[in-house]
């Protein structure tokens, strides 16, 4: 009897170890099965947004205002009335002048907005020479503004401005002074180009 009694004691034993081992193997595959259910295929990558820098030129009269802040206004941007009494390149009595400002916006890729602005303080102790237009129209303020569309960027434009000097009997004194004094009349002019992002 004692030797049945060790036989299922064994048998016991054996059932446990069976069972226990069972666990294992189920605990293994519900593990594997979480874990396959969890997973996903994951990817990162870094790169670079590149914008292309706008180009912006502008010259005044040649000159490239953009790395100088003078430009040239000689001979060969103004242009006095013809007339055979008075020399070629010279201002007198009853003289009409245009100075020519040519702003060019070649290689720009932004539309432009110029100001010129004119000091004629300089003309003031003189009221028989003045600015009398600016870009063929009447002289309204010291400051003329336009717009170079961007279609119209690589087209440089014309801008007159016009000085007059009247014949007048009432300044002939002055006149005379003027002639025998004075060598040269300078008339500021600055220009100033920014780009233009609609009015």
Known sequence: ???AKTKSKKGQKDNKIIFLVGGIVVAVVLVCVIGYSYSRYTSSSTGEANAEVATWAIKVNNTDIVQNATFTMDDSYITWSD???V???YIAPGSVGTMNIRIDATGSQVAVKYTISIDDSALDQYSQISITKVNNEPVSGDSYS???ALADV???VDIPIEVTWKNETSTNTSDTTIGSTVDSLSIPITVTAEQYLGS
Do not use: F, L
Request: charged share 25%.
């Open 83 to 85: 007339s055979e009494y």
């Open 154 to 156: 690589n087209t440089p």
């Open 87 to 89: 020399e070629d390149g």
């Open 1 to 3: 009897m004692a030797k």
């Open 146 to 148: 336009g717009v170079i």
